[in-house]
């Protein structure tokens, strides 16, 4: 009875001990080793897989807001006003930037984007900004 007495109290010091080493943050400096310089190595290849890649770029003609209660409305010969008028630019986004303005036409009986502009960083954070 005595040992097992004892066992227990020993588990529970060792328990505070590891309690009171839980509460103290340890930290240990590091050193890195500098990194070998290379020469520079041409992307040549590397820039081809990505010249390669399909993306994905949206064109919005337009957009409107309704109610759910309308929307819940809507069915085949239904019409949603949107707020462009016909006279102005599509924007094209890739991803969620938008890079390019352009006008909606018609090529082989499918609809086409003829491009207007090229947006640089500053016009694309520009327009962000107002939005």
Do not use: C, H, W
Request: glycine letters at 6%; aromatic letters at 4%.
């Amino acid at each position: 009875m005595a040992d097992a007495a004892n066992a227990v109290e020993e588990k529970q010091d060792l328990q505070e001990d590891m309690s009171q080493q839980d509460d103290k943050t340890q930290a240990q400096s590091v050193e890195f080793s500098e990194a070998v310089g290379t020469e520079a190595v041409t992307g040549a290849g590397s820039i081809d897989v990505l010249l390669a890649m399909d993306v994905s770029v949206t064109v919005v003609i337009g957009q409107t807001e309704l109610p759910v209660k309308r929307l819940l409305q809507l069915g085949p010969g239904s019409v949603l006003k949107l707020d462009k008028s016909i006279d102005e630019a599509a924007d094209l986004y890739l991803r969620d930037t938008r890079f390019a303005t352009g006008n909606v036409v018609v090529v082989d009986g499918r609809f086409a984007i003829r491009i207007t502009q090229i947006l640089g960083l500053n016009d694309s954070a520009a327009r962000a900004a107002q939005a």
